[in-house]
């Protein structure tokens, strides 16, 4: 839907006068509306197969799989001592 003349002139004036008053929060916002650019262009480039899983989620599947592994232990190690003092 296209948007009228007064509210392109609106939005203009609008970033007309965002530029003047806080220039440090335009270039902020043009620098994350580059990367959002950036990244949308190189999702359309590999597609969804190749998508690899962020960091933090291998991490904390690396983290439960080692918890897991810890308590698996534990308890063949408990298991274990009860049944030689059950003798």
Known sequence: M???QDEE???AQIERHL???DPRLVARL???NERVRRNEAKAAGQG???RRPRRSTVI???SW???ATLVAALLVMVLQ????TSF
């Open 19 to 21: 530029v003047d008053d």
């Open 9 to 11: 002139r609106l939005l």
């Open 65 to 67: 799989v080692l918890i």
């Open 48 to 50: 969804r197969l190749s």
């Open 60 to 62: 904390i599947l690396i």
């Open 30 to 32: 043009e620098s994350f």
């Open 2 to 4: 296209a948007w009228s």
């Open 81 to 84: 001592h009860g049944g030689a």
